[in-house]
């Protein structure tokens, strides 16, 4: 396959760069995902580094026993107890995160009841069950995304070759597929998701599986009427003239074509799918509750009116994740529009 | 006395990067009364907007004109003119043809009802008497039928029927001057020479005086009484006609001129047919009925049956829709079919398309027939990709650039873009792609109509340079009976998907016998 950027190409990086607003989203997004991925680092119930009778420790990459700092106790060490944190800072000493809490780390020294408002310990205050909003935040930004790049990555290779397919051979192979298409089409997804988590609980690749299942066919007719248009130009008889096989015709030939009108909807398609995860958490249909999940604090948002701090953080982020992903899907549709360029 | 005068005439665009485009640089010419004017020159040589700048038709004020610019239409100063004066002019005192009639007319609309259109707005009367004077307009231009043909949609008519609609609304309110921007470009060759005999008759009868653009010199030759040949906006020639055509001046117009007569080669004849053609038919299933069995058929190519020695080039003729092109392409295997085609005496249908690399074929169409996300060395290379696998990429590299030589391009081209070249160096590349695989059979699918008259030109003879170094056989498909005399030694004219006339090139040209070849050659010459 030949994806490698050609100067056609160079020239739409070049046109999305001249649009500054999806150019300073693309960058604000890239720095907050980069931040999103060092989560553990920066929000975490266990220290970065810590030193206890001159050994150095890393609790972020290896589990440590209570017994190994002083306790009694074989089990994992917490390193909010005060006896804990009492022995290593007598034999060494020991480095929190910026924020001392993951995003599951329910706070018992709170003085005041749950929700709590925000505070220095705190910033964003605290969730219905004592867990630190901007832990669970950062957590919730990183999976949502990384949900809906699998989700969007997947379903656009299937959507790809399933209109590939029907584009490329036409006919009977074309008519049979998107009467299937059509009825697939019309299955209720919400009802079936229902139905799924009341019979198990949904996990992260299961809700993916679901949400692939329906989610590839917004792609499948773009590629099927690219494929359908190309696969008559003269470039593509000459390729079959000299005898290319029809594997060889399609990926080298068409798809490339076809990939810059699929490339223009993939930050859409990304929207969606953090919008589809975060409703679903919302419904309570979505991830479990071990989950950090935006649409759960969506949820504490709602619940919780006299907490306002969920509320109304919930709103902002969620707000600048899908404005920001909008305004670079409007450069990217707009620097492959050749209509424009000309 | 002159009805239009042009003079010092410049047309700029601003482009988006805040450069200037100057396609029209200061030129000057006068269009007496009664006369036909022929303004020819290739694509991107300005006529086109000097046409249409004299009817205010350009994108201002993405267009401009220099202050010493001026079209005078009986003295009355047309340039930045309000829009409601120059409204009455254009088709009024100025009717217009454009060059594709299928895309001029509303698809949506009756023909009668846009003709009357026009003339209720520039003569103001009723409905009934425009639709009254529509009818003698459609009788005029020589559409037969006429009283029916008024509620036609335009997609009901052929393209010389639509163009005589086109000439029929511009002639509606009998104007002064009548521009026809490439009237015939669209057109098979046979009502061509119709259209140009109607707008000939038209303004005889009418008294008007006609700009005729056309960026073939034949067509201009046989209805212009003065010529302005154009070139890169400037007007390097303008003269009489016959003085044009006998004594050109200008080194341009030369070219142009000899661009036309190229040299007629005679290759040798062998003695192995390298093409054998038995009862091929190509048909389209048409209707089916209900259980899917097919009840009536397109016959594209209907029972042909022909030999070609090796060495030698046989030219297809006809009209749009007579089934030459779907010959060649059954030829290399992209249409399926009925019959036999045999190559070195072997069946095709025997072996697989991966070992029928013999059989190569060149397309019309240079903007669609190279992939645009490929550059020219991925190209031409294809074909060693697909065929000889195992060559190093150094050896593959050395290949490219060798036929790329034969076929007059450069080294440096190796890694630019299709959309880098112009339509002549484009239409070279498909020529190299085909030729890398060291074909014994070439099929041109009208290589040079989509190509300007002088580029055409130095393509035919590119074509006929590497048939003599190589020993190829051509099959050079055709409506352009000059290209197809310059190219051919034998002649098939194609008619309805049948072989009406096949014989040598002075047996065609010289003795036609069939009435149908007659025409195609009356219409050429």
């Known amino acids: 396959m030949n994806f490698s950027l050609s100067k056609a190409h160079t020239e739409q990086i070049k046109a999305f760069k001249k649009n500054k607003r999806a150019l300073i989203s693309f960058y604000i997004f890239l720095i907050l995902f980069v931040i999103s991925l060092l989560s553990e680092f920066i929000a975490n119930d266990k220290p970065l580094i810590l030193k206890y009778q001159n050994n150095f420790y890393f609790p972020i990459f290896k589990t440590y026993m209570d017994k190994d700092f002083g306790g009694d106790f074989p089990t994992p060490a917490d390193y909010k107890d005060p006896f804990i944190i009492k022995n290593i800072e007598q034999n060494g000493w020991m480095l ?107 996990s992260f690749w299961s809700l993916l599986i679901i949400l692939i299942a329906f989610s590839w066919l917004s792609l499948t007719g773009l590629v099927r009427a690219e494929f359908l248009r190309t696969r008559n130009m003269e470039y593509v008889k000459a390729a079959r003239a000299m005898g290319a096989s029809n594997f060889r015709i399609m990926f080298r030939h068409i798809l490339p074509n076809a990939v810059i009108a699929t490339i ?10 953090i919008t589809a995860l975060t409703a679903l958490d919302f419904l309570g249909l979505g991830l479990p509750a071990e989950y950090p999940s935006l649409g759960d604090l969506v949820r504490q948002g709602k619940d919780n009116l006299q907490a306002p701090w969920i509320g109304i953080t919930i709103f902002i982020v969620l707000s600048m994740l899908l404005s920001l992903l909008i305004f670079i899907g409007e450069g990217v549709r707009d620097a492959f529009d050749t209509r424009k360029n000309n | 006395m002159s009805i239009l005068s042009v003079e010092h005439l410049s047309i700029g665009f601003h482009k988006k990067n805040g450069d200037v485009f100057q396609a029209v640089r200061d030129i000057s010419f006068k269009l007496n009364a009664g006369e036909v004017l022929g303004i020819v020159g290739e694509s991107g040589s300005g006529k086109s907007v000097t046409a249409l700048s004299v009817l205010g038709l350009l994108p201002y ?101 639509r163009q005589r609609v086109m000439i029929a609304m511009a002639i509606a309110n009998h104007p002064d001057i ?87 080669i005679n290759n040798k004849e062998s003695d192995n047919n390298i093409l054998k053609i038995e009862h091929l038919k190509v048909w389209y299933p048409l209707k089916k009925n209900f259980w899917g069995k097919c009840t009536e058929y397109v016959k594209a190519v209907n029972d042909i049956s022909l030999k070609l020695k090796a060495g030698q080039t046989l030219g297809i003729v006809g009209e749009s829709g007579s089934g030459k092109s779907t010959l060649g392409q059954a030829i290399v295997g992209l249409n ?30 240079p903007y669609n027939s190279l992939n645009p996300r490929m550059n020219i060395e991925e190209i031409v290379k294809e074909g060693l990709d697909i065929h000889h696998p195992k060559l190093s990429p150094q050896e593959k590299r050395n290949r490219v650039v060798e036929v790329l030589k034969e076929v007059g391009l ?27 695989l060291k074909p014994q059979l070439l099929i041109l699918d009208e290589p040079t109509s989509a190509l300007d008259v002088t580029i055409q030109a130095q393509v035919l003879k590119l ?35 049948k072989i009406v006339e096949l014989g040598s090139r002075e047996e065609i040209f010289n003795h036609p016998k069939q009435e149908y070849t007659q025409n195609l050659i009356a219409a050429a010459i």
């Open chain 2, 61 to 161: 004020p993405k267009a401009f004109h220099t202050k010493e610019s001026s079209i005078k239409f009986n003295g009355q100063e047309l340039l930045n003119s309000k829009e409601d004066e120059l409204r009455q002019i254009r088709g009024g005192k100025i009717g217009f043809i454009f060059q594709e009639p299928m895309s001029s007319l509303n698809p949506l609309h009756k023909i009668g009802k846009q003709i009357a259109e026009t003339i209720m707005i520039h003569q103001g009367v009723s409905k009934k008497i425009a639709m009254q004077k529509a009818l003698k307009l459609l009788i005029t231009v020589g559409i037969k039928n006429a009283r029916q043909r008024l509620k036609a949609f335009p997609h009901e008519l052929s393209g010389g029927q």
């Open chain 1, 264 to 273: 223009t909807f993939v930050p859409f398609l990304l929207a969606e799918g």
């Open chain 2, 336 to 365: 399926k079919y009925i019959g036999d085609i045999f190559i070195n005496n072997q069946n095709i249908s025997d072996i697989s398309s991966q070992q029928r690399a013999f059989v190569q074929i060149v397309f019309q169409d």
């Open chain 2, 410 to 436: 450069k080294e440096t081209d190796l890694n630019k873009y299709p959309h880098e070249f112009s339509g002549g160096q484009k239409q070279r590349i498909a020529i190299a792609r085909a030729l890398i």
């Open chain 2, 463 to 497: 074509l006929q340079k590497i048939q003599q170094e190589r020993h190829l056989t051509y099959i050079f498909i055709s409506h352009d009976m000059n290209a197809i005399k310059t190219m051919s030694d034998k002649i098939a004219v194609m008619k309805d998907g």
């Open chain 2, 178 to 264: 009548l521009i026809a921007d490439e009237p015939t470009t669209a057109l098979d060759v046979t009502i061509q020479k119709q259209i140009i005999e109607l707008l000939i008759n038209l303004k005889q009868k009418l008294n008007m005086s006609i700009i005729f653009i056309s960026h073939d010199l034949q067509v201009i030759k046989k209805i212009a009484d003065r010529v302005c040949v154009m070139k890169d906006g400037k007007i390097v020639e303008t003269g009489a006609v016959d003085d044009i055509f006998n004594a050109p001046q200008n080194s341009y117009t030369k070219t142009l001129i000899e661009s036309r007569s190229l040299l007629n």
């Open chain 1, 96 to 202: 929190m995160p910026i924020i001392p809490f993951s995003f599951n780390t329910v706070d018992y020294d709170i003085n005041v009841p749950t929700p709590s408002a925000p505070d220095a310990k705190h910033w964003l205050g605290t969730d219905d069950e004592g867990r630190d909003i901007v832990a669970r935040i950062l957590y919730g930004f990183r999976l949502s995304v990384i949900f809906s790049f699998l989700l969007t990555l997947i379903s656009s290779i299937i959507g790809i070759i399933t209109g590939a397919i029907q584009g490329y051979f036409g006919g009977k192979i074309d008519l049979i597929f998107q009467r299937v298409m059509e009825i697939w089409e019309t299955l209720p997804q919400l009802f079936i998701i229902i139905i799924i988590a009341s019979i198990f609980t949904p």
